[in-house]
């Protein structure tokens, strides 16, 4: 069975998400409802039709529901909040992703189940504030997040304590001994921390944390290594 | 000969930088509401008027100090004066006639028409004379000849011509002249009604002993004492004839009074919005900087309530529906057509200094590229930034000049890229980036003042207030660079991008800002 993008709905946002998702998934199916018109920029994909009614037999059969990711992206919100309840109530395991129109929607959308609603409007508002009023951290934090930079930011998971034993993230100069900088810890409890809150002396470092870093992507490649392995050096 | 004098003066005066600087000073003073000093002048003109007023009631029952007098009868006069003499100057261009004419008759291959010219400025200056602002300013200065006693009450004329200052008659007096025929017609039916009414009273009482109306004077001033519903009862009909004209009259009086009533209500309706306007125009020349937001759809919507936070900001479109909710919203919206000229005309700003950016939202490319198109044309270098709703529309819309161009589709794109592959780091930049974690991410600019302290990215000491130093933007070269150096010099004009606690922040500029002794 294979791993792949479930994109419901036929239409440019299906386009950009299919373009962008390329390369993490081996199989992307775009879902057309039979009203839809033929789009030429979607032809190359794998495309199938599908109703609102219906019971997703298939669909499991074919993929593989637990590690795929669905993105509900109907241009209507009542039938994409339609959509994504009739995944969520099939699937238990599938990650949707949800698109909305409205603040509104958003609200509905995850109380239908979807993982990660995007609001459209939301989103592009502050995007549109953000150009203006901090346009170097908007053009530095775009490059970082969605460009080809040799900056990146990276999710490194502590595999090892030998370096970082019983000590805060705060104690630690990062970014003058490995080159990064730690944005935020995530703790196997499921809290995330800003490190340079005041917050931050709660917790130590542990096997498990998830640290959140910017950086260049040899030094990234190097800090995983460290703290992946058992030497610290 | 004399022509030839003429046509030189005109054409010297019509040349002269600085003389048509000094006329386009005094124009602005006395007629240009836009002009940022008019308004001091007017006050100061008020407050001669009042000064005028406060000494004639003194005057009536009690000794006046001479001097006041003397200032009254003459300096001010001399001031009104004065300025009725530059109002009638500004008002019209004598040398540009001149040459109108001259050119004129050149082409068709006459001699200069000297007398034309004359009888052209004649009618210019004669038709301001004879308008009734110019009149009142005139008899305003009339008790400068204070010997003539029965000359003083003209000081009156001076409060009329508070009119000139005071824009709120000025609106009143605008509004009333849009029922100008309603108004006329009133005023014929009620001057028939006392006409009928004053000589029937006569008619009827004036031979009466009882009766109190001996003069058709007297019956004139029954007529309307009892029309306006005012009814003093200084004089009543004493016979049945009489008192039949009264209920008559009284009767008229209530329609009248109704009818004034109504006229001025429905003449303020049907003005307000446009009243309202005036004000919401007026009140945009106060505000040193804002945005200009073309369109209020769903995401302009958004826009102006994330932008309005930290900005001052007003909205264009030429929906109606849409204005009123920008300003049910809170807004100051105009619905102007933000793809004509003419709307920036109307409003009155300085494009330049005043307006950050210009927003072009509307959900239509057609539209944005129509609004981008027209703002380019009065002005190159205002920042446009714009919606993009069609790929293939991308580049008509970087052809029409605009700056930014956002493509919400592509973001979608983008966002699902970022959260399949990294969805913790996704959203630890994306609460970096809300306002509702406390935690921020700032630029702070780099001053000269700065620079007098901090010269080195060492010397900047962020790690004592806990602001992480995400790197350094750098003007001269358009770079970022990120996580630099201790020795990275710092430069004048350069960002910093720091990360923290926004309170930390705060304290860590606040810092970088005082000036450290050594």
């Not at chain 2, 029952?61 to 004066?81: C, Q, T």
């Not at chain 2, 040459?99 to 291959?109: A, H, R, V």
């Not at chain 2, 009450?153 to 605008?174: D, G």
Request: contains cysteine.
């Amino acid at each position: 069975m294979k791993i792949s993008a479930l994109i419901f709905g036929y239409n440019d946002y299906s386009a950009q998400i299919a373009k962008n998702v390329l390369h993490k998934y081996q199989d992307i199916s775009i879902f057309k409802l039979d009203s839809d018109e033929k789009k030429a920029d979607l032809e190359d994909y794998n495309i199938e039709t599908f109703d609102l009614s219906d019971e997703w037999t298939d669909l499991s059969e074919n993929h593989d529901i637990k590690n795929s990711v669905a993105f509900c992206v109907l241009e209507d919100d009542a039938e994409n909040i339609f959509l994504t309840i009739s995944l969520r109530a099939a699937f238990e395991d599938l990650t949707i992703i949800a698109l909305s129109k409205n603040k509104e929607s958003a609200n509905k959308l995850s109380m239908a189940g979807a993982n990660k609603v995007i609001p459209l409007v939301q989103t592009t508002a502050s995007m549109i504030c953000d150009m203006l009023d901090k346009p170097i951290v908007t053009e530095v934090l775009h490059s970082i997040l969605y460009e080809q930079s040799d900056l990146k930011v990276a999710q490194i998971e502590i595999k090892s304590d030998a370096c970082f034993n019983n000590k805060f993230p705060s104690d630690i100069e990062w970014s003058r001994e490995h080159g990064i900088i730690v944005l935020s810890v995530l703790h196997e409890d499921g809290n995330s921390e800003f490190i340079f809150s005041s917050k931050a002396k709660h917790h130590e470092i542990k096997i498990g944390d998830v640290f959140v870093v910017v950086g260049y992507e040899t030094d990234i490649q190097e800090f995983e290594k460290l703290i992946g392995g058992d030497a610290c050096v | 000969m004399i022509k030839r004098l003429i046509l030189d003066g005109a054409y010297f005066l019509s040349t002269s930088k600085r003389y048509q600087a000094n006329k386009r000073f005094f124009y602005n003073l006395l007629e240009n509401d836009s002009y940022r000093y008019k308004k001091y002048f007017d006050m100061l003109m008020i407050t001669l008027i009042m000064i005028s007023v406060i000494i004639l009631i003194r005057e009536v029952k009690s000794h006046v100090n001479d001097f006041l007098l003397y200032f009254n009868n003459y300096i001010i006069s001399i001031i009104f004066l004065i300025e009725y003499l530059l109002r009638l100057w500004v008002i019209s261009s004598t040398s540009e006639v001149i040459i109108k004419q001259n050119e004129y008759d050149t082409m068709l291959g006459k001699e200069f028409n000297l007398f034309a010219s004359i009888l052209e400025i004649s009618r210019v200056k004669f038709k301001y004379i004879t308008s009734v602002r110019a009149i009142i300013d005139l008899l305003a200065i009339v008790p400068f000849f204070h010997q003539l006693r029965l000359l003083r009450i003209f000081i009156l004329f001076r409060v009329f011509k508070l009119f000139r200052y005071a824009r709120s008659f000025q609106t009143f007096a605008s509004v009333l002249a849009t029922k100008k025929f309603e108004f006329l017609t009133l005023l014929m039916f009620s001057s028939i009604v006392i006409f009928v009414s004053s000589v029937l009273i006569y008619v009827m009482e004036a031979n009466n002993p009882d009766s109190p109306i001996d003069t058709l004077y007297e019956a004139v001033y029954w007529s309307i004492v009892t029309i306006s519903t005012v009814g003093y009862g200084d004089i009543t009909p004493t016979s049945d004839a009489g008192r039949l004209v009264a209920m008559f009259v009284i009767t008229a009086g209530i329609a009248v009074l109704a009818f004034t009533t109504s006229l001025v209500v429905s003449a303020f309706t049907e003005k307000l919005d446009e009243i309202r306007e005036t004000k919401s125009v007026d009140d945009l020349k106060k505000i040193k900087e804002f945005y200009i937001i073309c369109g209020y759809e769903n995401i302009a919507q958004e826009v102006a309530i994330q932008l309005s936070k930290r900005n001052s900001l007003i909205v264009l479109d030429e929906d109606i529906s849409r204005v009123k909710q920008a300003q049910k919203d809170g807004f100051t919206a105009f619905n102007y057509d933000p793809g004509s000229v003419e709307s920036y005309k109307k409003l009155r700003i300085d494009i330049k200094t005043q307006v950050k950016a210009i927003l072009c939202l509307r959900e239509s490319d057609v539209e944005n590229v129509y609004t981008a198109l027209t703002v380019r044309s009065f002005n190159k270098d205002i920042f446009l930034l714009s919606l993009l709703m069609n790929e293939i529309n991308r580049n008509k819309l970087s052809f029409a000049g605009v700056n930014e161009i956002l493509y919400s589709k592509e973001l979608v794109g983008l966002i699902a890229k970022e959260f399949v592959g990294k969805p913790v780091a996704f959203e630890v930049v994306h609460a970096l980036r809300s306002e509702y974690t406390n935690v921020d991410i700032e630029e702070v600019i780099v001053t000269q003042r700065m620079l007098s302290n901090f010269t080195l990215v060492e010397q900047l000491n962020n790690s004592k207030y806990r602001v992480v130093l995400l790197g350094i933007y750098k003007q001269a070269h358009k770079r970022f660079f990120f996580n630099p150096i201790d020795s990275t010099v710092l430069e004048e004009g350069d960002y910093l991008l720091v990360i923290g606690n926004s309170v930390f922040i705060k304290e860590f500029e606040k810092y970088l800002h005082t000036k450290i002794k050594r």
